[in-house]
């Protein structure tokens, strides 16, 4: 996690360190849940080891995956995480998951005394709306052969 949040060039040592005592370990057995559609989230997951999918439910009951979360990643229901609103999405283990959660009060403590914070979750912020805007536009004119393959490239290690 610290190898992450050093990487954008936002935050120095003794900021980093700041998120330490906020930060506990959580294990997520295979086909457990982060979180599940109607509830609120309040905090951000850090995936160290192990595989995490985001998906919906349509009113048929059918499932469908359009994110995956492999280890050095992050993982939030994120409209939820700013809105304080219930989520419509669905987050679970595929495998084993270990890593590293932050509740949402620890990290808005961080961004209010220290504005090298602020700036980190601007730029997480403009990052996520750049994936998710990568993956609607990918959803809608790649064929699933094609998202295939740019999964294998991107993470041919877990896949």
Known sequence: M???????????????EAIMPYVSRRTIKRNQFLIQEGLICNEVFFVEKGILRNFIVDEEGNETTYCLTFGGQGATAYSSFLS??????NIQAITDVEGLVVSKSAIERLAEANANWMKFLKKVSELEYERLENRIFSLLKDSPQKRYLNLLKQNPTYV
């Open 84 to 89: 304080g609103n219930p989520t419509q999405e």
């Open 2 to 16: 610290q190898t992450y949040l050093s990487q954008f060039g936002i935050l120095d040592k003794s900021d980093i």
